[in-house]
């Protein structure tokens, strides 16, 4: 007797600038995957629950104060944090919808100045991602977006050097980009038309 193969999960993750949607769309998304039958959850990087998480928030709310090297280790460790749970997750079936993962510690990463081989070589080895979506708002208009601005969301200058790193990384990585500016109903109809394109669900 023959057992179907189980059907490996898969990872979504959603990147982009600051305040472009990316959580509004990761829980649309959540929804519209499981009205489809999907197993399906939602990892928030960072994680702030975990020690590490703590700290990091620490640092973003300056209270806490580590050199730009740090920060990134911070974040890449805070994702190895949860590999054990993805893998098991993936193992599944399940699909895991990320908001943001390791493609923003290269975009900010680098445009805090740090060499990207070093910043992509922190988490090599984690799950790797099926798709990619960047949700991508001009830093004049996220800056306007955000009520209340962390460490790295208040420095302009940073955002519009990661705004270029994403722009200049989702071609060299085949990122899909998308326009955060537009309506969030545009933005969820876009998104779903390619998980559903790319994921076949």
Not at 75 to 103: C, D, H, P
Not at 169 to 178: D, E, G, H, N, P
Not at 181 to 200: A, G, Y
Request: aromatic share 8%; glycine share 6%; charged share 30%.
């Amino acid at each position: 007797m023959l057992f179907p193969v189980a059907t490996k999960g898969k990872i979504v993750v959603l990147e982009g600038t600051d305040k472009a949607g990316k959580t509004t769309q990761s829980r649309m998304l959540l929804e519209a995957l499981k009205n489809l039958g999907k197993v399906c959850v939602i990892i928030d990087f960072p994680d702030y629950t975990t020690h590490i998480g703590t700290e990091i928030r620490a640092f973003l709310d300056n209270k806490r104060e580590y050199p730009p090297e740090a920060k990134h280790l911070l974040f890449s460790a805070n994702r190895w944090e949860k590999k054990k749970e993805i893998e098991s997750m993936l193992e599944n079936g399940t699909i895991v919808v990320m908001n943001r993962y390791w493609q923003s510690n290269l975009a900010y990463g680098t445009a805090n100045g740090m060499d990207p081989n070093w910043i992509m070589r922190l988490d090599k080895g984690l799950p790797k991602e099926d798709l990619v979506i960047v949700l991508l708002v001009n830093p004049a208009i996220s800056g306007k977006r955000a009520e209340v601005q962390d460490a790295f969301e208040s420095d302009s200058k940073l955002a519009t050097s990661a705004y270029k790193n994403y722009t200049k990384y989702a071609k060299q990585f085949k990122w899909k980009v998308l326009d955060g500016s537009k309506s969030r109903e545009q933005v969820h109809q876009e998104i779903m038309k390619i998980v559903r394109n790319k994921l076949k669900v």
